[in-house]
């Protein structure tokens, strides 16, 4: 079942904060993020597992609401390289073998 | 030490036609999925290859197949194309023979148009 992201866009300047939110109608094990830049293959951001573990990058921080099964993601003090679009995936049992479901992504474009 | 590299880069098809994507996977992965990717979407799953056989499926017809060689590299086979197919074609790898909380690493994608 594909998660729903919101908002599909977002237009911040340098420094400014962002939330971007990943809903699923299903319940969740766990949560992915990736980031794609244009032209460019989707990168790993961070792992969000149902119990609390977090795993991925120092900058960037998520949350995972299991009962809710949703997902936030966070980004402060936003730089330049953080602009491309941001997916959530979604594994919806523990032995899925890295079977996802994506959102359709946000969009993120920070201005100088 | 090699990311995830597919081939070709770019790829013109007309309707009805047959095409063979190719990817090789990050070093040490064993591991390979493929995605579909419509403009302004996210990737779609199309299917999953761990020791040369098909783990897992999505919603995807018959048309769509694949396979997975002993070097654990793998080719992806759209059989009678049709508009719709035209989208990018992302293959990630992960050491996933455990199964679980693997990140994934994708390649640059094959560009499929479809005329």
């Known amino acids: 079942q594909q998660p729903v992201q919101s908002p599909q866009a977002v237009i911040l300047r340098e420094g400014e904060d962002a939330v971007i939110n990943c809903s699923s109608s299903?319940?969740?094990?766990?949560v992915h993020w990736y980031r794609q830049k244009h032209g460019e293959a989707p990168v790993f951001l961070m792992i969000?597992?149902?119990?609390?573990e977090q795993k991925g990058h120092e900058k960037i921080s998520a949350s995972f609401n299991e009962k809710k099964q949703q997902s936030s993601l966070y980004l402060t003090a936003s730089q330049l390289s953080y602009s491309g679009t941001y997916f959530c995936g979604t594994e919806e049992t523990r032995y899925n073998f890295n079977k996802f479901y994506f959102g359709s992504g946000t969009k993120l474009n920070v201005k100088p | 030490d090699a990311g995830v590299t597919q081939s070709p880069t770019h790829l013109i098809k007309t309707r009805g036609q047959q095409v063979t994507l190719r990817c090789s996977p990050k070093s040490g992965h064993d591991t390979v999925s493929w995605y579909q990717q419509a403009l302004g979407q996210g990737p779609q799953f199309i299917f999953q290859?761990?020791?040369?056989?098909?783990?897992q499926r999505g919603n995807f017809p018959d048309r769509f197949s694949g396979h997975q060689f002993p070097n654990y590299s793998s080719e992806l086979n759209v059989n009678a194309l049709l508009l719709g197919d035209s989208a990018l074609y992302l293959c990630?790898?992960?050491?996933?023979?455990?199964?679980?909380?693997?990140?994934?690493?994708f390649g640059s994608g094959t560009q499929l148009s479809v005329l």
């Open positions: 969000l597992l149902k119990g609390g």
């Open positions: 299903k319940a969740l094990y766990s």
């Open positions: 290859y761990y020791e040369e056989e098909e783990r």
């Open positions: 990630a790898s992960n050491g996933g023979g455990s199964g679980t909380n693997e990140k994934l690493f």
